[in-house]
Structures are given as structure tokens and as C-alpha cells.
Nanobody, 122 residues
């Protein structure tokens, strides 16, 4: 089992920034690819960003490329995502996820966090 706890969500104006963090506990953190997904009201959960077990590869959905940056610290069992130039369409509950390589789809996720709300006002 892997337990994931997100933090850092909140309310921000369009153009602003937020930094999400996820702390993992349980099984060996470095054995898992990690990622962030989001789910807006009435929509399906979607992939946002992923990072490989060693941190040498990252993937992003097209709409966040150049604005979001995912990172991991295997010594601290944490991942983070810096979100810049936020847009109202980024509003969603953001979920930390752990699973196999690559973690770019819901079907590849083995463990989920509880989610953290990000709201971007226009």
C-alpha cells in the first residue's frame, strides 16, 4: 500500500501561480512512477503530468505544457507541481497518483490521493 496526501490547493486569480505537493508513505517510493490528474465538475478525471521513477522523464498534457512543472524528491518521498499562468479552465480537484511507468492514464494508476481543490477565478 502507498498513502498519498496532497497539499497546496487554493483560490487564485487567472495568471497566478500555485504549487501542489504530495507526500507518500508506505512502500518504496522510488519504485513508482508518479503523476497528477485532475477532475472538473461533470467531467472525467484526466491526466495532467507524470514523472518517471528516477525523475529523468516527464510528460504533460498539451494544455499545460510550458506552464506546469512536475518534480520529485525520492529522498523525501515527495512530488510537487508548480503551476504558473493559471487559467479558469485549470479549475478542478487535483489528485496525486502512483503507479507503473508511464503513468499517463487513469488505468495505469495503482494509488490515489484524496485530492486538493484548485480554483482559478477570471
Amino acid at each position: 500500500q502507498v498513502q498519498l496526501v496532497e497539499s497546496g490547493g487554493g483560490l487564485v486569480q487567472a495568471g497566478g501561480s500555485l504549487r501542489l505537493s504530495c507526500a507518500a508513505s508506505g512502500r518504496t517510493f522510488s519504485n513508482y512512477a508518479m503523476g497528477w490528474f485532475r477532475q472538473a465538475p461533470g467531467k472525467e478525471r484526466e491526466f495532467v503530468a507524470a514523472i518517471s521513477r528516477s525523475g529523468d522523464r516527464t510528460d504533460y498534457r498539451d494544455s499545460v505544457k510550458g506552464r506546469f512543472t512536475i518534480a520529485r524528491d525520492n529522498a523525501k518521498n515527495t512530488i510537487s507541481m508548480q503551476m504558473n499562468s493559471l487559467k479558469p479552465e485549470d479549475t478542478a480537484v487535483y489528485y496525486c497518483a502512483a503507479g507503473g511507468n508511464p503513468i499517463v492514464a487513469v488505468s495505469t494508476v495503482a494509488y490515489w490521493g484524496q485530492g486538493t481543490q484548485v480554483t482559478v477565478s477570471s
